[in-house]
């Protein structure tokens, strides 16, 4: 069980490494599935659709993701001039 300890442990630096290419190893399988390189079935769809919301959650413990939403907010368009 050490060998998967990283992957839960939000303060490892390869919890950060492997979600970021989950997500973006999902995201490159949706991006050609609309291009319609190949078809997903339903199943399959929802499935990976579930993979890359648990990524984002994931990553969203990590200091990764709390400087991405850091930098989302600072990008906002719509602040009070």
């Known amino acids: ?5 990283s992957l839960h442990n939000p303060k490892s630096s ?11 190893s999902i995201s490159t399988v949706l991006v050609l599935e609309n291009f319609n390189l190949f078809h997903l079935s339903v199943m399959q769809h929802m499935s ?3 993979e890359g919301f648990v ?3 994931m ?3 990590h200091d990764i993701g709390k400087a991405f939403v850091v930098n989302l907010a600072r ?3 719509i602040q009070k001039l």
């Open 1 to 5: 069980m050490k060998l998967l300890s």
């Open 14 to 24: 390869k919890y950060g490494i492997y979600y970021t290419v989950v997500l973006a």
């Open 48 to 50: 990976t659709y579930f």
């Open 55 to 57: 990524a984002l959650f």
């Open 59 to 61: 990553l969203s413990r």
């Open 75 to 77: 990008m906002n368009p």
